[in-house]
T-cell receptor, first 113, second 112 residues
Framework: SQQGEEDPQALSIQEGENATMNCSYKTSINNLQWYRQNSGRGLVHLILIRSNEREKHSGRLRVTLDTSKKSSSLLITASRAADTASYFCATVSSGGGADGLTFGKGTHLIIQP | DADVTQTPRNRITKTGKRIMLECSQTKGHDRMYWYRQDPGLGLQLIYYSFDVKDINKGEISDGYSVSRQAQAKFSLSLESAIPNQTALYFC???????????FGPGTRLTVL
């Protein structure tokens, strides 16, 4: 089952604009991670935010986490053509049990030059 | 050199055949994972291993088995492949419980 749901499923913007993607999840989490996947390739880790954190920055990336709403957002500022990819949120549950990440279906981001 | 490698990168096989996908890592991580990705979907966990003596089922383990031959090697087998196992398969490693994972380039498997 998919824990996270990204919104929107697809996003097309002009180079230089900001891109915002949202993720909602269902259960209590230990942390939430964002990954990028270029077409047909392996996933690359972007950022991890813990359940007791509300905001985190890494370069042009800004992630927020609202545990009361079970949601997160990823903001990419000043987008570039190279940012074209699919972006996935993935959660680590806090309740123990199975290890591993639970992924959403992803947002496909297209940056128009 | 890539830290997490997968072989083969592409494989076409027929229904009923046995197939093995291999994963090797040079990161020195204890934790290794196998995921599958279907078109338009996120990844789903098949199996994971904390060390060579520890194997655990993920959410979609039916029809698959794994072997952890060494800390650096984790193989996924399909004993009798079926068409709905056509997917992209990823291996991943992690140094920490609940930490970031490092993914291999994937194996594209087609079962005819």
């Amino acid at each position: 089952s998919q824990q996270g749901e990204e919104d929107p499923q697809a996003l097309s913007i002009q180079e230089g604009e900001n891109a915002t993607m949202n993720c909602s999840y269902k259960t209590s989490i230990n942390n939430l991670q964002w990954y990028r996947q270029n077409s047909g390739r392996g996933l690359v880790h972007l950022i991890l935010i813990r359940s007791n954190e509300r905001e985190k920055h890494s370069g042009r990336l800004r992630v927020t986490l609202d545990t009361s709403k079970k949601s997160s957002s990823l903001l990419i500022t000043a987008s570039r053509a190279a940012d074209t990819a699919s972006y996935f949120c993935a959660t680590v549950s806090s309740g123990g049990g199975a290890d591993g990440l639970t992924f959403g279906k992803g947002t496909h981001l297209i940056i128009q030059p | 050199d890539a830290d997490v490698t997968q072989t083969p990168r592409n494989r076409i096989t027929k229904t009923g055949k046995r197939i093995m996908l291999e994963c090797s890592q040079t990161k020195g991580h204890d934790r290794m994972y196998w995921y599958r990705q279907d078109p338009g979907l996120g990844l789903q966990l098949i199996y994971y291993s904390f060390d060579v003596k520890d194997i655990n089922k993920g959410e979609i383990s039916d029809g698959y088995s794994v072997s952890r031959q060494a800390q650096a090697k984790f193989s996924l087998s399909l004993e009798s492949a079926i068409p709905n196992q056509t997917a992209l398969y990823f291996c991943a490693t992690s140094a920490l419980t609940n930490g970031e994972q490092f993914f291999g380039p994937g194996t594209r498997l087609t079962v005819l």
